[in-house]
């Protein structure tokens, strides 16, 4: 946990965040990053991030209550974009052009 919030957050998560917000003109908060959050998430005691090798074991047990265990407990989803598909619909033709030997 510490190495992913020394490293992965900082290096590869947050900045991609950051650039995505930028160049769309978003303004976008980070709260469980907000320091009285972030010194509260660590202090807490292991069985309570982690359970049954499920993490933020804590933070889940408080959404069930008001929130969909649907929305809980769906699949990661990442930062991808569908460029396979713009690249064989809408952008073809422009791919096609610009990567053209004339």
């Known amino acids: 946990m510490l190495m992913d919030t020394l490293n992965f957050?900082?290096?590869?998560?947050?900045?991609?965040?950051d650039r995505a917000?930028?160049?769309s003109s978003l303004e976008i908060r980070t709260p469980f990053?907000?320091?009285v959050v972030f010194?509260?998430?660590w202090?807490?005691?292991l069985d309570m991030r982690v359970r049954?090798?499920?993490?933020?074991?804590?933070?889940?047990?408080?959404?069930?209550?008001d929130v969909l265990r649907e929305l809980i407990e769906r699949p990661k989803m990442g930062f991808a974009i569908p460029?396979?598909?713009w690249l064989r619909g809408p952008l073809r033709e422009w791919a096609e052009d610009l990567l053209s030997v004339h």
């Open 39 to 41: 010194v509260s998430a």
């Open 83 to 85: 460029l396979d598909d």
């Open 9 to 17: 957050m900082v290096d590869d998560v947050l900045v991609k965040v």
């Open 52 to 65: 049954n090798s499920e993490g933020k074991w804590a933070l889940r047990q408080s959404l069930y209550r």
């Open 43 to 45: 202090q807490l005691p």
């Open 21 to 23: 917000s930028m160049a």
């Open 33 to 35: 990053l907000y320091p």
